[in-house]
Antibody
């Protein structure tokens, strides 16, 4: 059973960047898609973007285009999400989640069957 | 982009009662590619249902999913104390974004 283990909590200043990691252990990383989902305090789940690890092509929600960069390193079974231009409303718990790939051409994936434990990012001056 | 609307926002019930949570899509969900997740405070979401009606591994059979097209329902037949949580639906039938509903909070009455 794969486990996704994320890096620890971060406190950042407005305008700076944060990079969160997600390492898969106990299972294969290849041929899966890793997505990043965030949850602001007291609010719901928001899909930010994802990457099909073996194909290497990321895709992003329009809201985050230009501010988020998602990468994956197959050699270490680790995915990364970097968010720049941080604002106070980026304060949230950031989760990585794994899904099987249905079609790399259509960029369709299946449901999220494994989740990381979450990383709290606090943006404060 | 498919928008998912969940109702009610909050559902107050007692243990032993039956719960029905609704998820309505702004357009038809391809091949019923709809999932339900449970989230408890301080925890990551957990997959309950995929393909609108298939239970994930280890999920008790008191949880069931139904529906097709634009209307989906998560039913919990007899509520246990550990079932009180927030539930989200999510569609994965199209290319990104893979949208979530806003959630239904199931609270003890």
């Amino acid at each position: 059973q794969v486990q996704l283990v994320q890096s620890g909590a971060e406190v950042k200043k407005p305008g700076s960047s944060v990079k969160v990691s997600c390492k898969a252990s106990g299972g294969s990383f290849s041929s899966y898609a890793i997505s990043w989902v965030r949850q602001a305090p007291g609010l719901g789940l928001e899909w930010m973007g994802g990457i099909m690890t073996v194909f290497g092509a990321p895709n992003y929600a329009q809201k985050f285009q230009g501010r988020v960069t998602i990468t994956a390193d197959e050699s270490t079974n680790t995915a990364y999400m970097e968010l720049s231009g941080l604002r106070s409303d980026d304060t949230a718990v950031y989760y990585c989640a794994r899904a099987s790939i249905r079609s790399p051409i259509m960029v369709t994936i299946d449901y999220f069957d494994s989740w990381g434990q979450g990383t709290l990012v606090t943006v404060s001056s | 982009e498919i928008v998912l609307t969940q109702s009610p926002g909050t559902l107050s019930l007692s243990p032993g009662e039956r719960a029905a949570l609704s998820c309505r899509a702004s357009q038809s969900v391809n091949s019923n590619y709809l999932a339900w997740y449970q989230q408890k405070p301080g925890q990551a979401p957990r997959l309950l249902i995929f393909g609108a009606s298939s239970r994930a591994t280890g999920i008790p059979d008191r949880f069931s999913g139904s529906g097709s097209g634009t209307d989906f329902t998560l039913t919990i037949s007899r509520l246990e104390p550990e079932d009180f949580a927030v539930y989200y639906c999510q569609q994965y039938g199209t290319s990104p974004p893979y949208s979530f509903g806003q959630g239904t909070k199931l609270e003890i009455k």
